[in-house]
């Protein structure tokens, strides 16, 4: 089954405690990216790769990184945590850049205290 | 950057009638558009798109519009059913870049 899976769905940390969500997908997509979800704000862009070893900055990317070193996996990470932080995760994956990305993970909560 | 606004934030509709969301974009530079529906729990999932050659799509029950003079596009359900009940994101793409409206929670009463 084609699929995008996160890990984990729900997660809380303390403040600067370094944590990693993981993201995989089976499709053999090139492109992949994070999203975080707020209340009335949608969906908003964290990092984005169009392949392995090739990443770049989306719109709110301020205190998390990325690393993409096998096509299947895209990693968030959030060297150290803070509670403006606290949201909703997505990682999602298209075939290849251009807009159309049909597939989303489940999500990850995350609340940071 | 591409700036999504996205009318109503809620909308409750009687089960049969009609639901219209709109949007408006402001980069000309966009020419895809997504829509998306996100049930309690799960991720958006794509369920119609347009590209900026074409100013109607249909699905079934679903159809979009698009008005690239205006800027704006629109989605349209008829026959609305409870199962249609969910939040809605609109986007617009340009190149890499693919931002979303606030999105629409749709509420259809039996």
């Known amino acids: 089954e084609a699929q995008v899976t996160q890990n984990p769905r729900y997660l809380i940390t303390v403040t600067g405690k370094k944590l990693t969500v993981t993201c995989s997908q089976n499709?053999?997509?090139?492109?992949m990216s994070w999203y975080r979800q707020d209340p009335g704000l949608g969906l908003r862009q964290i990092y984005y790769?169009?392949?392995?070893?090739?990443?770049d900055k989306g719109d709110v990317p301020e205190g998390y990184k990325v690393s993409r070193k096998e096509k299947r996996n895209f990693p968030l990470i959030l060297e150290s945590p803070s509670p403006n932080q606290t949201s909703l995760y997505f990682c999602a994956s298209s075939l290849r850049t251009g807009g159309r990305i049909a597939f989303f993970g489940q999500g990850t909560r995350l609340t940071v205290v | 950057g591409e700036n999504v606004e996205q009318h109503p934030s809620t909308l409750s509709v009687q089960e049969g009638d009609s639901a219209v969301i709109k949007c408006t974009y402001s980069?000309?530079?966009?020419?895809?558009f997504p829509w998306y529906k996100q049930e309690l729990g799960k991720g958006p999932q794509l369920i119609i798109d347009?590209?900026?050659?074409?100013g109607e799509k249909k699905d079934q029950r679903i159809a979009v519009t698009l008005n690239k003079t205006a800027k704006h596009f629109s989605l349209h359900i008829t026959e609305t059913q409870p199962e249609d009940s969910a939040v809605y994101f609109c986007?617009?793409?340009?190149?890499?870049?693919?931002?979303f409206g606030g999105g629409t929670r749709v509420l259809v009463k039996p």
């Open positions: 499709m053999n997509h090139e492109y």
């Open positions: 980069d000309s530079a966009s020419n895809y």
């Open positions: 790769s169009m392949n392995v070893e090739v990443t």
């Open positions: 347009i590209r900026s050659n074409v």
């Open positions: 986007a617009a793409a340009a190149g890499n870049k693919l931002t």
